[in-house]
């Protein structure tokens, strides 16, 4: 399994961002994907995740500003990120754990300017 994730890039604050992760290769039906970020000098942390079937769990910093979501038939997940502050900027990661196993993405830079 492979994820390619795709639409970090440089924003102002309060601005807006939709990040993408595509999957390729055999992906068992239950799964969960996630999204982590990264910031400089700072632990790996989750920022969403949504299993097949399930409902989204959001670290409590981006509640009611992000989105997850997925489509299952394009094996791709998104986040969509709103009113973008400056402790966003990370390098975000997607996730996938599966039955076979845990993959990451190469991690796509987002950087929130004040």
């Known amino acids: 399994v492979q994820l390619q994730a795709s639409g970090g890039g440089l924003v102002q604050a309060g601005g807006s961002l939709k990040l993408s992760c595509a999957a390729s290769?055999?992906?068992?039906?239950?799964?969960?994907v996630g999204w982590y970020r990264q910031a400089p000098g700072k632990q790996r942390e989750l920022v969403a995740d949504v299993s097949s079937g399930g409902r989204p769990n959001y670290a409590n910093s981006v509640k009611g500003r992000f989105t997850i979501s997925r489509d299952d038939a394009k094996n791709t997940a998104y986040l969509q990120m709103n009113s973008l502050k400056p402790e966003d900027t990370a390098v975000y990661y997607c996730?996938?754990?599966?039955?076979?196993?845990?993959?990451w993405g190469q991690g796509t830079q987002v950087t929130v300017s004040s």
């Open positions: 290769g055999s992906i068992s039906y239950s799964n969960v």
């Open positions: 996730n996938l754990v599966t039955l076979l196993g845990t993959y």
